[in-house]
């Protein structure tokens, strides 16, 4: 059981937009800033989003996020095939033993 | 170009202990947290610890009986020993770069497929 919850499972078709979200609490999101990760199968995950809404560099607009109060959502307009994969939110727990937190990932299928 | 790499055997025996190392290039350990991540086939991702270079430590509370992370600077490596490992601990295990201040994850080793056997 993850300490945020993501859809196990979103999907859209070529050229449409997606949304994923992430739900915490005010230990982790509420406090903390959030970052996203793309998983390509196969892969290592990779830093797709920082500090709530931010795109490190070689990132593409088309990928954008937003945080709100212990929520955040991840958006990904222009799908393309090769966005397939699984998508983690993570963030820093505040409470007890304060570390890294993750989301149970949610797997993205274009159709 | 800062890129991190994980080595150390593919197969435990159950009971046994887990020994991995990263290698660090083209940048300094110094600064940052480093952590251990781990992924069981099929399932998501498991923050396990990080260790700064001065060697302090934390762990995540779930495995922190277990787990023993450390740090050699001048090598630029750093080390995760898991004891009395289980069929559970089967896993592929990431070594990653995570920022003090953002805690963003922005750099990640390869992955390395760990099996525990019984």
């Known amino acids: 059981q993850s300490v945020l919850t993501q859809p196990p499972s979103v999907s859209a078709a070529p050229g449409q937009k997606v949304t994923i979200s992430c739900s915490g609490s005010?230990?982790?999101?509420?406090?903390?800033?959030v970052s996203w990760y793309q998983q390509l199968p196969g892969t290592a995950p990779k830093l797709l989003i920082y500090?709530?809404?931010k795109r490190p560099s070689g990132i593409p607009d088309r990928f954008s996020a937003s945080k709100s109060g212990t929520s955040a959502t991840l958006g990904i307009t222009g799908l393309q095939t090769g966005d397939e994969a699984d998508y983690y939110c993570g963030t820093w727990d505040s409470s007890l033993s304060a570390g890294p937190v993750f989301g149970g990932g949610t797997k993205l299928t274009v159709l | 170009q800062v890129q991190l790499q994980e080595s150390g055997p593919g197969l435990v025996k159950s009971s046994e202990t887990l020994s991995l190392t990263c290698t660090v290039s083209g940048g300094s350990i110094n600064s940052y947290y480093w952590s251990w991540i781990r992924q069981p086939p099929g399932k998501g991702l498991e923050w396990i610890g990080y260790i700064y270079y001065s060697g302090s430590t934390n762990y995540n509370p779930s495995l922190k009986s277990r787990v023993t992370i450390s740090v050699d600077t001048s090598k630029n490596q750093f080390s995760l020993k898991l004891t009395s490992v289980t069929a559970a601990d089967t896993a592929v295990y990431y070594c990653a770069r995570e920022g003090t201040v953002t805690k963003k994850f922005d750099y990640w080793g390869q992955g390395t497929l760990v099996t525990v056997s019984s």
């Open positions: 005010s230990s982790n999101i509420g406090n903390n800033y």
């Open positions: 500090e709530n809404n």
